[in-house]
């Protein structure tokens, strides 16, 4: 059985990547902020703590994800 990659990594330096939060959230730091990473990841994080830091998903977990949610 051919063994799959993980879902998602640890980005090691999130304040070097281009955050988007979307325009729903309005003012609130109640929400998610997403990034392309220069590796082709998807990062997100928590506004409520960036400190904690985010996590990358691959291209093809993110679009699982966008389809799901969709």
């Given at each position: 059985?051919?063994?799959?990659?993980?879902?998602?990594?640890s980005?090691?330096?999130?304040?070097?990547?281009?955050?988007?939060?979307?325009?729903?959230?309005?003012?609130?730091?109640?929400?998610?902020?997403?990034?392309?990473?220069?590796?082709?990841r998807?990062?997100?994080?928590?506004?409520?703590?960036?400190?904690?830091?985010?996590?990358?998903?691959?291209?093809?977990?993110?679009?699982?994800?966008?389809?799901?949610?969709?």
């Amino acid at each position: 059985m051919p063994r799959r990659s993980r879902p998602f990594v640890s980005v090691t330096e999130p304040e070097s990547l281009d955050w988007h939060k979307s325009t729903y959230s309005g003012t609130s730091n109640a929400c998610l902020e997403h990034a392309a990473t220069p590796a082709g990841r998807h990062a997100v994080r928590d506004t409520k703590d960036r400190a904690r830091g985010a996590l990358a998903f691959s291209p093809e977990s993110w679009t699982r994800f966008l389809r799901a949610v969709a």
